[in-house]
C-alpha cells in the first residue's frame, strides 16, 4: 500500500531525473553542432504540442513539449529522421567506413 500512496511523488522524480538526462544528452548535440558551425533550428526537451519556449538571439527555438520522455536537436537542413535531403537514399560511400575518420573531424 505504502507504494501506491508515494506513486506521484516516483512519478515526479522519474520525470525529473528523465528530464536532467535528457538535457545533458541533447546538449552534447547541440553543443558539437554548434562547434562545427551548423545552425541549431530547435532545442526540444520533449515531444509532442509544445507548452512554453523562447528563441535566442541566434534564431534557435528552445522549447518544452507536452510528453517529457526525450528530446530532440533540429539542425538546419535536417528534414528527416536519417538527416537527408528529401528524395534521397542511404548510402554509404565508397571505401567509407565508421572508423575512417578521425571522430574529432567536422567534415565527411
Known sequence: MAFVSNLPHYLISFLAIITV???VHELGHFLVARWCGIRIEVFSIGFGPELFGWTDRRGTRWKFSALP???YVKM????N????PDGTEWSR??????????PWSCSP
Open 69 to 71: 520522455l526525450g528530446g
Open 81 to 84: 529522421v536519417m538527416s537527408l
Open 93 to 102: 560511400p565508397p571505401g567509407r567506413s565508421p572508423t575512417s575518420s578521425s
Open 21 to 23: 538526462l535528457v538535457f
Open 76 to 79: 538546419f537542413g535536417d528534414s
